[in-house]
């Protein structure tokens, strides 16, 4: 099971570290990665790192403000988000998978384990 937590109401140009927490498990040999979903919109990707922590890949439109990173010790995944914008806005998932391909990183279908999700809303 996972744990998202960490969202909140910002304004533009501020930040915010999101935490995926997992229960009853270890992150150990599995890809987590994060996805957003704004209302009326599709559920996209945001940023994933591998299992071996090897390969990280960022959505376009969050490179160079987003940083995802996992902790082995706290079992914990990060997502740290800076120089926040209004389309930021969404609801954060994480998701875990044990057979995830490099290739598929990026792919909702990919991960077997989803958090509830945590709203960001960033504020003009």
């Known amino acids: 099971q996972l744990q998202a937590s960490g969202g909140g109401l910002v304004q533009a140009g501020a930040s915010l570290r999101l935490s995926c927490v997992a229960s009853g498990r270890t992150f150990s040999g599995y890809a987590v990665a994060w996805f957003r979903q704004a209302p009326g919109m599709d559920r996209k990707f945001v940023a994933a790192?591998?299992?071996?922590?090897?390969?990280?890949y960022y959505a376009d439109s969050v490179k160079g403000r987003f940083t995802i990173s996992k902790d082995t010790a706290r079992n914990t995944v990060y997502l740290q988000m800076n120089s926040l914008r209004p389309e930021d806005s969404a609801v954060y998932y994480c998701?875990?998978?044990?057979?995830?391909?490099?290739?598929?990183?990026?792919?909702?279908?990919?991960?077997?384990?989803w958090g509830q999700g945590t709203q960001v809303t960033v504020s003009s």
């Open positions: 998701a875990a998978g044990s057979s995830v391909i490099t290739s598929s990183l990026a792919s909702e279908s990919a991960y077997a384990y």
């Open positions: 790192i591998h299992r071996t922590g090897g390969s990280i």
